[in-house]
């Protein structure tokens, strides 16, 4: 698989079909290597050329146009031109300027990814690596939305890359909704509508934007968040914690009110129910935070909304002193890659992101062949990796589903 920037510079292709790069990218799903700029240039318009964007007998700028536009030489687009030529995709012609012949096979469909945590939330690398892994992938290509910079400027990001993706004619795109950003409820449904209205199916990945247990009307595939909040704090019950606290952040996605709802049952099928809300939501690196939730309820474990919040959260703990699991249990969910590194390793529920990215790409499928199908979700269970935080010592390899 090749790295591509569509025409926009917005986003960057990657072709799921075999190639002469495929191993070296599915060992690193996320662009890394900086690109030849004649090869930017070919890749745009490749992919142009493969969306629809550019038709059969269009005219390709000009390469002074191309070479303002790319910031370089004639020379330099001028091979990216060749290339094309050889692939008999274009034609070039003195005085009359570069037209396109031809599109490419119609089979082959284009899919965007509209992931505004993608290089920033783990689990989507290993996720958009399962759906380039699966079989039903290689005929198709996936559109790369950039890593999106600011939280404060992702709704804008976000929103100017679903509109990309709509020009492009793209066959279907990938949609994991914005968290954590003032707006994001209002963003994610003008994203969904503006997909809506140009045709484009959309298969929600991870989590919906609608405000849990609400749901939209999207397929949606991700893991049982509720039935991996029970298990998890099901483990510390039957392990003698009593007071549990649940930590996450404020304008969490939907998938952690999902986690909230299964922790408070399994304290109500203990008999635990009656006791105060331990429920704290903030900024798990503000040492304020932290410390009214350690004197609000004095817990012996904490649940965490996800791994990342209990890294944070067991760094927070160690400036005080207190000692992890001797003094306070904490646990996470999602098992991400440095979760067995922490300075105490992290007891969580497993999640398949490779699974999830090849259901994800099957489920996407279906859906054009059968666009009157309902909704459905499609979430997988989890498993709980047991590591020191809990408490527990498991024998080396030892996991409990």
């Known amino acids: 698989m090749g790295r591509k920037k569509t025409l926009g510079s917005e986003a960057h292709t990657t072709s799921v079909a075999k190639s002469k790069t495929h191993s070296t990218l ?8 900086k690109t030849p700029k004649y090869r930017e240039i ?10 629809g964007t550019l038709r059969r007998g269009d005219r390709l700028p000009s390469e002074g146009e191309l070479g303002k536009q790319y910031n370089t030489s004639r020379i330099t687009v001028s091979k990216a031109i060749h290339e094309l030529q050889l692939q008999g995709l274009v034609s070039r012609h003195p005085g009359s300027g570069t037209h396109v012949l031809a599109p490419i096979a119609t089979t082959d469909r284009v899919f965007g990814l509209l992931i505004p945590d993608l290089g920033r939330t783990e689990i989507f690398e290993p996720i958009c690596n399962g759906m380039m892994r699966s079989p039903l992938s290689k005929p198709h290509s996936l ?3 950039h890593s999106m910079g600011e939280l404060s400027q992702q ?3 976000a929103e100017h890359l679903c509109h990309k993706y709509i020009a492009q004619k793209v066959s279907g795109v990938f949609f994991s909704p914005l968290e954590f950003t003032a707006e994001k409820d209002i963003v994610n449904r003008r994203i969904a509508s503006a997909l809506d209205r140009a045709g484009i199916p959309v298969v929600l990945l991870d989590r919906c934007y609608a405000p849990y247990p609400l749901r939209s009307k999207y397929d949606l595939v991700g893991i049982d968040n509720r039935s991996a909040g029970f298990l ?6 039957s392990h003698g914690a009593r007071r549990i606290a649940f930590i996450a952040r404020r304008l969490s996605a939907s998938t952690v009110h999902g986690r909230i709802a299964g922790y408070r049952e399994a304290l109500f099928a203990r008999g635990l129910h009656q006791q105060q809300d331990l429920v704290y939501l903030g900024d ?24 990342i919040t209990a890294a944070r959260i067991m760094q927070g703990l160690a400036t005080r002193g207190i000692r992890v699991p001797d003094e306070i249990r904490i646990v996470g969910i999602d098992d991400v890659k440095y979760a067995g590194l922490l300075p105490v390793p992290l007891t969580t529920q497993h999640q398949n992101c490779a699974d999830i990215g090849a259901i994800a790409m099957a489920t996407m499928l279906q859906r054009l ?3 009157d199908l309902p909704a459905r979700d ?9 590591r020191r935080s809990c408490g527990i010592h498991p024998l080396p390899g030892q996991k409990f589903s």
């Open 42 to 51: 070919y890749e745009d318009l490749h992919a142009a050329i493969k969306a």
């Open 26 to 33: 599915e060992e690193k799903a996320l662009p890394s290597r």
């Open 232 to 237: 998890i704090t099901q483990h510390l019950l």
């Open 155 to 157: 709704e804008k990001e």
């Open 369 to 371: 062949e059968k666009p």
């Open 143 to 145: 559109l790369w939305g």
């Open 284 to 307: 798990p690196e503000d040492p304020h935070f932290l410390q009214t939730v350690l004197k609000g309820c004095h817990p012996d474990a904490i649940v965490c909304a996800n791994d």
């Open 378 to 386: 499609i979430l997988l269970q989890t498993k709980t990796v047991l």
